[in-house]
């Protein structure tokens, strides 16, 4: 999906990654550069995490606009991170950002939502050295915020640096084809206090749950979703914008996220929306006191958007002179899977050859089929149910043989 050779098999989260990656870059140059940038337009929970991080290993955080060239006069940055689609919700081309960030031998990483790389350039295509995110949205539930299996991705030359349990094809004694763990760089028991990181769970349930989505759904089942998330929220802006909204980005910028003025859109300030959907049980984000957002996932139905839009005209209906919204009325309800690309040239993914082209992302796209192929998975593990295996020791802890008896 990213196009980089190299992925760790899950770690906590998405801002865990962006902690895990900064660490790497840090390391990679001997931890002889101080200074480390971070994008104004990256997430807040992901700037917390990396503040955080750095604290403690006196890493010095540079916040600001990685469009300013002025950013690339300093020669003492290690590093530095964007995030597509930024936190406005724009998604951006960063490939004058990576390749300033590279000429300075600093690291480039990107947090991207795996969702959009069927449809944006890749960070391979935009020259990036790391890719992270969170593999939410394939398939994995929100539970309340967390936690979420998060990916970091990266450059051949990163490989033995990678946190995570790295899996690799093999071949077993019959010439089948086994997957085995080829890299555990991160496991403490390897490099005790020179660990490439402290880290000790990985989120490898939700991990297989976003794979078995990918297999079910396909590649092409995944760009399909993809589309109608991107459709849906350019079309809701759409209309939104003609009743008199104002928003940030343009249409052909947007993949998911609608973000709106709301003092230029009419309104005295963003509580004043916020605190109208809150009463409708629809929860918006507040970003300031300006300006609000709102996102489209894949669950989103056209009777959401029905609903969304005809709050937005009763919000502005002051002068009466709005009618109720009937989403059947538009030309693009019935269009939700089109082939049409909406981005800008220059944002677009131009190769997609290169993703989820093994047999298994082609073979199973029934319930009753995966349901049999997970079957068949689990007959190949042994377990305490068929066998006797040694327990690790963080179960030994908490399970001592007195508290088996019955």
């Known amino acids: 999906m990213t196009g980089l050779p190299f992925a760790n098999a899950s770690l906590l989260d998405e801002a865990t990654a962006a902690g895990e990656a900064m660490f790497l870059a840090f390391n990679s140059l001997k931890q002889k550069r101080k200074d480390f940038f971070v994008s104004s337009n990256i997430y807040p929970f992901i700037k917390d995490l990396l503040r955080s991080k ?18 690339f006069k300093n020669n003492n940055f290690f590093g530095g991170i964007v995030q597509n689609p930024d936190s406005t919700g724009k998604v951006n081309d960063y490939t004058s950002f990576a390749e300033k960030l590279r000429e300075n031998k600093a690291v480039a990483i990107i947090s991207v939502d795996i969702a959009s790389l069927l449809l944006t350039k890749s960070p391979k295509e935009m020259g990036f050295d790391i890719a992270i995110g969170s593999a939410q949205r394939f398939g994995v539930p929100m539970m309340n915020g967390g936690p979420h299996a998060g990916f970091l991705a990266a450059k051949d030359e990163f490989k033995r640096m990678l946190p995570g349990r790295i899996i690799g094809i093999s071949r077993d004694r019959f010439g089948n084809k086994a997957y085995r763990l080829t890299m555990q760089t991160r496991e403490q028991h390897i490099k005790r206090d020179k660990a490439t990181s402290n880290i000790c769970t990985a989120q490898a349930l939700l991990a297989n749950m976003s794979v078995f989505y ?15 998330i991107n459709l849906l929220a350019m079309n809701l802006q759409s209309e939104l914008e003609k009743i008199g909204f104002v928003f940030v980005n343009k249409n052909n910028e947007i993949f998911d996220t609608v973000n709106f003025n709301c003092k230029k859109s009419g309104f005295s300030s963003s509580n004043e929306i ?20 709102l996102t489209i996932n894949e669950t989103t139905t056209l009777a959401d958007i029905e609903e969304l839009l005809n709050l937005f005209v009763n919000l502005k209906n002051k002068n009466g002179n709005l009618k109720a919204i009937n989403i059947t009325d538009f030309n693009w309800v019935n269009n939700t899977n089109s082939n ?10 131009e190769n997609l050859t290169e993703i989820l082209q093994q047999d298994i992302f082609n073979k199973y796209s029934s319930e009753t089929q995966l349901l049999r192929y997970i079957h068949f998975l689990q007959g190949k593990d042994i377990s305490l149910c068929n066998s006797m295996i040694p327990l690790g020791s963080c179960t030994m802890k908490l399970n001592s043989t007195s508290e088996l008896v019955n």
């Not at 605190?275 to 300006?291: H, V």
């Not at 049409?340 to 993914?349: A, D, E, G, M, Y």
């Open 54 to 71: 750095a604290y403690f290993l006196n890493i010095n955080i540079v916040e600001g606009d990685p469009n300013d060239a002025e950013i």
């Open 274 to 293: 916020v605190s109208y959907f809150e009463a409708n049980k629809i929860n918006l984000r507040k970003i300031n006191d300006e300006f609000v957002s």
């Open 214 to 228: 990918s297999i079910f759904h396909g590649k092409q089942g995944l760009i399909d979703i993809s589309r109608r």
């Open 340 to 349: 049409s690309v909406t981005f800008s040239n220059n944002l677009r993914r």
